[in-house]
Structure formats: C-alpha cells, structure tokens
C-alpha cells in the first residue's frame, strides 16, 4: 500500500511539474516573441491563466500532506493527548465531508459550463472547470491517506524530513 501512495504522490508532483513547466514556457514564448516580433500569441494569456487554475487544485492534496496550509493549533493544544486525536478525528471527518460537497458542487458547475467556450482557445469551459472536482478529489485521497498518522500523531511529513517513514531518502536514492 505504501508503494501504492508512493507513486500516486510521485505522479501528482510530475503533473504539477509539466503544467509548471508548460505554464512557464508558453509565457516565457509568449514575452520573447512580444519583444524581438511585436506580436504575440492571443491565446497564451490564457492558456496561462488555466494552466495556474488546475497547478492550484490538483497541487492543494499535496500541500496537504505536509500540513502547508494555514491552521491554527490553539485549541488543540491546550487539550490533552486524548481530546487533540478526539478533535482532529472531528477535523478529518469535517474536510472530507466539504470536499465531497466541493467535488459535488465542481461537478456542477462544470456540466453547466461545458457548452460554452473560451475566447482565444475556443476550449470547452468544461474543461477549465473540470479542475475543481479533481483537485477536491485529490485532496479527499490525500487526506485519507495521511489521516491515520494526522490522528494518531498530529504530524505531518515536513519538506525538510531527509527521510521516508522507512528510511529512504525521498525518489528512491538511498545515498
């Protein structure tokens, strides 16, 4: 299973990495051509613009992870051990039910939108849309995959952990 998460996580960085990649060339593209041609593409703006959209859904469930976004622990810490995996239990039952009903309402608002069309790419909004229920999705899997240790601990995997829960240092490279 570990395995499993492993390269669920793998693949939502690499995604992350080539929409970052793309978003980041097509701009780059997009300016050079403005300066050295006075012209540029119409529709790199936007594809930009979409691009950031799906980078902010689909990389939430990552940040999650590491407990990135914001949270404030007063409450928490003022109850004993006990009370604190009480409260975050409670915690992880509460996202999950919101981000069911965002995936629900992202639904929605993406079959509702799938007719129209986006100015410059002529690109279904459907498919801008689209990035909601997934990011939502991910962060439901995300966080049933770290609730166990979040409950029991309260921890998270931090970016400057040099290790794996096994050991490993992160991609595999055991130096």
């Known amino acids: ?31 050079s051509m403005r300066y050295l041609t006075d012209h540029s593409f119409p529709w790199a703006d936007e594809a ?4 950031m959209i799906w980078l ?13 976004h914001v949270a404030i622990t007063n409450l928490q810490d003022a109850l004993p051990a006990t009370g604190q995996k009480i409260l975050r239990g409670l915690l992880v039952v509460i996202l999950l039910i919101f981000f069911g009903f965002m995936v629900h309402v992202g639904l929605q608002y993406a079959q ?6 986006t100015p410059a790419l002529r690109l279904p909004f459907l498919y801008v849309y689209a990035a909601m229920p997934v990011g939502f ?23 400057d952990d040099d290790a794996d829960d096994d050991g490993a240092l992160p991609g595999g490279a055991n130096g």
């Open 1 to 31: 299973m570990k395995r499993i998460e492993n390269i669920f996580v793998a693949l939502n960085g690499w995604a992350l990495i080539l929409m970052l990649g793309a978003m980041a060339l097509i701009v780059g593209v997009n300016i």
């Open 56 to 68: 902010t859904f689909t990389g939430a469930g990552l940040i999650l992870r590491i407990g990135g």
């Open 137 to 159: 999705s991910l962060l439901i899997i995300h966080l049933l995959l770290i609730a166990p240790r979040f409950i029991m601990a309260g921890t998270y995997k931090r970016l």
């Open 48 to 51: 930009a613009r979409y691009l």
């Open 112 to 117: 509702r939108m799938q007719y129209q069309v």
